[in-house]
C-alpha cells in the first residue's frame, strides 16, 4: 500500500493530561512532517473522553485520531496495541513515533512486530535525508540517532524498506513549542472493535508515587559519580547540593550500586537535565552520560583523574579529590 | 504440576570497557574482543524464574541465542538451578536486529513446547532496546507485562506484580500464557550452588566438542554433559526472516564518539581557586 508522509505520533497521557513527552513529540513532528510534505497526525487511545485534544493543533498538529473504549481506560498492552495497529494500517502513516517511557516501550516493539517493521529504540535526534545502498538511493527517509553499545558510539538508523519508520524517542530531548494556539486541530473519532477476549492484563492498582528528587526543572545539580561513593563524599555532595539550592544527580553506575536511587540518574539510561550549574563529582563522563547532561549552561567537573572525559564538556575543570575540592566550595560559598 | 518457565538469557560484551578495536568496519560489534558477560537483567529473571519452580514445582529452561561461547551463561544458568539449557546458534542469525531475533526466538519457544511463562529481562546492555521481549510476546500471540520490579504472587493460573512506570508502580495481574521482562529491582540474584558448578562446570555445546578435542585429555570432562544445540533447522526457521535478511534497521553511519578539544577552564584546587570560581558564578548570577 503506498504510504502517506504523514507523522504519526502515539499519545501518551495520563489521569486524563497529555504527557509532555508527546507535546515534545509533536513539536518535532512539525519539522519532519514540512521537510516530507506531509501533515501531523496524533493518535489518542482513551477510556474516556479527553477535552485536552483540542489543544494539540498549536504543537502543529493537523488531525487526531481518537479511539475510544472502556477497555482503553488503563494502558495494557494487547488492547493497545490492537486498537493502534489498526489505526496504523487504515492512514499508513510514513513516520511513527512513540516517547521511550514505560508504556512507549512496551506499546512500539508490539506494533512493530505486527506491522513487520523496522523500530530503533531511544533515539536523540530524527531528521529526514536520504540513505544510499548498494546503488540505491532511498530519498526523503527517517535518520534515526541514538546513542550505543555503552554509549560510546552514535549509530543512525534506518528502516528505508520497511513503512511505517519507527522510533521511540527519549524524553526530554526534543524541544517542546507551541507554534500558535490558535490552529485548529481535526479530531476523527473512529470505532473501537475490541472484545473483552482482548483483555488479558488486568490493572489491580496504580500507585502514585512522587518523584522525591525533581532533576527536571533543577536549576542546580550536584551530581555524584563512582569517585564520589564513599559516605563523606556523598554527604558532601548533599551538603554542596542543599546550599546551593539545588538537587542531587547521580551517573548509572552509582544508582547501579545503590548508592543513590534511580530518580537521582542523569544519562542515556536516566534525565536528561538542562541547568544553569551541573557540578560533576567524581564523574569520569562517560558519553552515556554526558549525553543527558551536556547541555547545560554551566559544568563543573571535579575528578581526580586529568584525564577523565568530563573534563572535555566541562567549562570549568578541577583536578583534584572530591573529598578535598567539595568542602573548599562549600566553604568559599558560604563566605561570599 | 507446576509451570513451564522459559527464560531468555543473552551473553553481552561489557560495555563498560569497550576500545576502538571492537568495532568492526561495517558498525557491528566485534564481541570477541570483549569480556563477556550474563547480561545482568537476565539474571534476575532467571532468579524469579528459580524461585517460582522452588514455590509451585515445574521445569526452567534457558534458552540463549548467540554464538557457541554463549555456552557460559547456559552454565551460569544450570549453576543457579535451571532443569534444561538450549543454546540457539547458527551463522544465518547473525546480523539479526530485534524484529530477526525476536521470529528466531519465537521458533525456539515453540520447538521446546508447552510454556505458561516466558521470563527475559528488560533490556541487555549492548543494544538497551528492550524491544525483543515485547515482539517476541506478539510473534507467540500472547499477553505481556514489561518493566516487572516485584512479582507479589503466582498461582497455577495466574501471575500478579508490579510494574514500574514513570508515575509510580502499577500493580497487574495475567493469565497464562504471558511474557514478562524483569529489572534488577525484583530481586538478588542468588550465587552459584558450588554443588551445581562441579557437577556442570564441564558442559558444553556439540559443535564445541566436534573441533575441540582437548577435553579428552581430562578425565572429568569425559562425562560432560552436552548442551542442546539448535540451528536453523532445529527450529523450523525461516531463513528469509533471520539474520540480517530479516533485519529491517540497517546501521546506516557510526560515528566514534570524538571528544571535543578541551574548553575547560582550569581551577586551581586551592582556597583561592575555588573562592575565585564561586565569585564569578555569583557575579554572572549562576549561583547565589
Redesign the interface.
Known amino acids: 500500500m503506498q504510504s502517506s508522509h504523514n507523522v504519526m505520533v502515539f499519545i501518551e497521557h495520563?489521569d486524563n493530561r497529555v504527557a509532555e513527552i508527546s507535546k515534545e513529540l509533536l513539536s518535532r513532528a512539525s519539522d519532519l512532517a514540512r521537510d516530507l510534505g506531509g501533515e501531523v497526525e496524533a493518535v489518542v487511545l482513551t477510556g474516556e473522553e479527553m477535552e485536552e485534544i483540542q489543544d494539540l493543533g498549536r504543537y502543529g498538529c493537523s488531525r487526531v485520531y481518537c479511539v475510544q473504549d472502556k477497555r482503553l481506560a488503563?494502558y495494557?498492552?494487547?488492547p493497545y496495541?490492537k486498537a493502534l495497529g489498526k489505526v496504523v494500517r487504515n492512514y499508513t502513516p510514513h513516520v511513527l513515533l512513540f516517547g521511550a517511557?514505560?508504556?512507549g516501550?512496551?506499546?512500539?516493539?508490539?506494533i512493530?512486530?505486527?506491522l513487520?517493521?523496522?523500530?530503533?529504540?531511544?533515539c536523540t535526534e530524527l531528521e529526514i535525508g536520504n540513505?544510499k545502498?548498494k546503488g540505491k538511493i532511498y530519498e526523503n527517509i527517517l535518520?534515526q540517532r541514538r546513542?550505543?553499545?555503552?554509549?560510546?558510539?552514535?549509530?543512525?538508523?534506518?528502516?528505508?524498506?520497511?513503512k511505517p519508520s519507527m522510533a521511540t524517542v527519549r524524553e526530554g530531548v526534543m524541544k517542546k513549542q507551541e507554534l500558535d494556539e490558535k490552529l485548529q486541530v481535526e479530531v476523527v473519532n473512529l470505532e473501537s472493535d475490541l472484545t473483552d477476549q482482548d483483555v488479558?492484563?488486568?490493572?489491580?492498582?496504580?500507585?502514585?508515587?512522587e518523584k522525591k528528587v525533581d532533576l527536571k526543572s533543577a536549576k542546580?545539580i550536584v551530581a555524584a559519580g563512582m569517585g564520589a561513593v564513599d559516605e563523606k563524599s556523598l554527604n558532601m555532595v548533599r551538603e554542596l547540593a542543599h546550599v546551593?539550592g539545588g538537587e542531587v544527580g547521580a551517573s548509572r553506575?552509582v544508582v547501579?550500586g545503590g548508592y543513590l536511587d534511580k530518580d537521582h540518574q542523569v544519562g542515556?539510561?536516566g534525565t536528561t537535565v538542562r541547568p544553569?550549574?551541573y557540578i560533576a563529582c567524581g564523574i569520569s563522563g562517560q558519553?552515556q552520560h554526558r549525553a543527558g547532561m551536556g547541555e547545560a549552561?554551566?559544568i563543573?567537573?571535579i575528578n581526580s583523574d586529568p584525564n577523565a572525559?568530563i573534563?572535555?564538556?566541562?567549562?570549568?575543570?578541577?583536578?583534584?579529590d572530591v573529598n578535598?575540592?567539595l568542602p573548599?566550595?562549600i566553604?568559599?560559598?558560604k563566605?561570599? | 504440576m507446576g509451570l513451564n518457565i522459559i527464560v531468555l538469557v543473552k551473553q553481552v560484551p561489557d560495555?563498560?570497557n569497550?576500545t576502538q578495536e571492537a568495532?568492526k568496519p561495517d558498525?557491528t560489534?566485534n564481541r570477541d574482543a570483549l569480556p563477556a558477560i550474563f547480561n545482568p537483567e537476565d539474571l534476575h529473571a532467571l532468579e524469579e524464574a528459580i524461585k517460582i519452580k522452588e514455590t509451585l514445582g515445574g521445569m526452567v529452561t534457558v534458552i540463549t541465542m548467540g554464538p557457541p561461547k554463549a555456552v557460559e551463561v547456559l552454565k551460569e544458568s544450570m549453576y543457579r538451578g535451571s532443569d534444561d539449557v538450549i543454546l540457539l546458534s547458527d551463522k544465518k542469525f547473525a546480523g539479526a536486529?530485534?524484529?530477526a531475533t525476536?521470529y528466531a526466538l519465537k521458533c525456539a519457544v515453540q520447538t521446546v513446547g508447552e510454556f505458561d511463562l516466558v521470563l527475559c529481562g528488560g533490556q541487555a546492555?549492548?543494544?538497551?532496546?528492550?524491544?525483543?521481549?515485547?515482539?517476541?510476546?506478539?510473534?507467540l500471540n500472547?499477553?505481556?507485562?514489561?518493566?516487572i520490579c516485584d512479582i507479589r504472587e503466582v498461582t497455577e493460573s495466574e501471575i500478579?506484580g508490579f510494574?514500574?512506570?514513570?508515575?509510580?508502580?502499577?500493580?497487574?495481574?495475567?493469565?497464562f500464557p504471558?511474557l514478562l521482562t524483569v529489572s534488577?529491582e525484583a530481586n538478588e540474584p542468588r550465587s552459584p550452588s558450588a554443588k551445581k558448578v562441579m557437577a556442570y562446570k564441564n558442559i558444553q555445546c556439540s559443535e564445541q566438542q566436534a573441533y575441540d578435542e582437548s577435553y579428552l585429555d581430562n578425565k572429568c570432562a569425559r562425562d560432560a554433559m552436552i548442551v542442546k544445540q539448535w540451528n536453523i533447522d532445529s527450529i523450523g526457521a525461516d531463513p528469509e526472516k533471520c539474520g540480517l535478511s530479516g533485519?529491517?534497521?540497517?546501521?546506516?553511519?557510526?560515528?566514534?564518539?570524538v571528544?571535543?578539544?578541551?574548553?575547560?577552564?582550569?581551577?586551581e584546587?586551592?582556597?583561592e581557586?575555588?573562592?575565585s570560581?564561586?565569585?564569578e558564578?555569583?557575579q554572572e548570577h549562576?549561583?547565589g
Not at chain 1, 513487520?116 to 531511544?122: H, I, K, Q
Not at chain 1, 573534563?311 to 583534584?320: E, R
Request: proline share 4%.
Open positions: 495520563h488503563n495494557t498492552s494487547v496495541s517511557t514505560t508504556m516501550r512496551d506499546l512500539a516493539p508490539r512493530a512486530s505486527e513487520n517493521c523496522g523500530l530503533t529504540a531511544d540513505h545502498i535518520l546513542p550505543a553499545f555503552g554509549g560510546n558510539i552514535i549509530a543512525t538508523i534506518v528502516s528505508p524498506e520497511s488479558l492484563s488486568e490493572v489491580l492498582e496504580i500507585q502514585k508515587v542546580i546551593l553506575p547501579d542515556q539510561t544553569v550549574l558519553v549552561h554551566r563543573i567537573a572525559p573534563f572535555d564538556c566541562a567549562h570549568y575543570g578541577i583536578v583534584g578535598q575540592v573548599k566550595m566553604q568559599a560559598y563566605e561570599n | 560495555t563498560q569497550i568495532m558498525g560489534v536486529d530485534t524484529l525476536s546492555i549492548d543494544g538497551d532496546t528492550g524491544q525483543v521481549g515485547p515482539q517476541l510476546s506478539e510473534k500472547i499477553n505481556q507485562l514489561t518493566s500478579i510494574r514500574a512506570t514513570e508515575q509510580g508502580y502499577e500493580k497487574v495481574k495475567s493469565g504471558a534488577s533485519s529491517w534497521t540497517q546501521v546506516k553511519k557510526i560515528e566514534n564518539v571528544l571535543a578539544a578541551s574548553e575547560a577552564k582550569q581551577i584546587n586551592s582556597d581557586g575555588i573562592s570560581l564561586i565569585k558564578l555569583t549562576i549561583i
